[in-house]
């Protein structure tokens, strides 16, 4: 089997991967701060180990990883309709590996696609558990359709952060550099976290996360893959200053402002690694 073919279906498998983290994200984000949304949550993280895998591999075949994502399922209305989705979109996943498994002649991938199998497995059952126990529980659909000055600021900001979640992957995956490997790895996640903060704090005003991306850098010079990530960092920290000032909120402003600092880090931490490799 050539390579490009292997590419085609890893990208494929990283396709679906991104839309279960999205799919997973927005149900727990939709649930609050329960036990059974931090476990989808932490089900989701395991999907971007996943995504994080199958990446390095197509890198090393000498492919593109993808940025397109995946089907989801968001159709139903209560939590356990979800959870149904969550048991479907396994499903989905555990027959596309199983097949990539049986396809696949490299000893290796087959080796990484079965221990994500494994994983697919487990979740497949954690989510037929949750079904349930959403009905026990009560879990119920927090969000609410409240729009306003503070509901826009917050979708601009899971937009930009899911955004740059996915540039600084592919800037990781791509620099051959470690040590920018990792700050962008670092970044990713500390960007993650940012996106789920903003969005815990919106379904608290009542308001609906909207987790959608806008385009993502595709340089692939380290030097014009950090130009572009200082760019963005820059411009980011200028409007999550602005929107600070502007909200009348005291917690939200101290969340916008914290992110801010962050955000000023990451454009420092940026330019040192430019200046490093550009000597
Ligand atoms: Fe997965
Ligand atoms: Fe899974
Ligand atoms: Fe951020």
């Not at 931090?38 to 895998?53: G, V």
Request: net charge negative; proline share 1%; with cysteine.
């Amino acid at each position: 089997m050539k390579k490009e073919e292997i590419v085609v279906m890893l990208n494929e498998d990283l396709e679906g991967e991104h839309g279960a983290i999205i799919q997973y994200l927005t149900h727990a984000y939709a649930m609050g701060e329960g036990e059974m949304a931090c476990e989808i949550e932490a089900i989701s993280r395991e999907e971007m180990r996943h995504l994080d895998w199958l990446a390095e591999a197509v890198v090393g075949l000498g492919g593109m990883p993808s940025l397109q994502r995946g089907k989801m399922r968001m159709e139903g209305k209560t939590v356990s309709d979800w959870m149904k989705n969550g048991v479907l979109l396994e499903e989905d996943a555990i027959s596309l590996y199983k097949k990539h498994i049986e396809m696949i002649d490299d000893h290796t991938i087959k080796r990484l696609l079965k221990r994500i199998l494994s994983d697919e497995e487990s979740h497949h059952g954690d989510f037929a558990h949750f079904v349930d126990k959403a009905v026990k529980e009560g879990a119920k659909d927090l969000r609410g359709d409240h729009k306003g000055k503070e509901t826009d600021i917050l979708n601009w900001g899971i937009e930009h952060e899911y955004t740059v979640v996915l540039q600084y992957l592919l800037h990781s995956y791509i620099a051959k550099n470690e040590e920018m490997k990792k700050e962008m790895q670092d970044q990713a996640v500390n960007e993650m976290q940012h996106m789920g903060w903003l969005a815990e704090e919106m379904v608290g005003g009542k308001g609906t996360p909207r987790l959608e991306h806008m385009g993502v850098d595709k340089s692939v010079k380290m030097s014009d893959m950090l130009k572009a990530d200082i760019k963005i960092e820059k411009e980011v920290a200028a409007e999550y200053d602005r929107a600070a000032r502007e909200v009348a909120d005291a917690g939200l402003k101290k969340l916008l402002t914290r992110i801010r600092d962050h955000e000023v880090y990451h454009a420092d931490v940026f330019s040192d690694l430019l200046k490093e490799v550009e000597k």
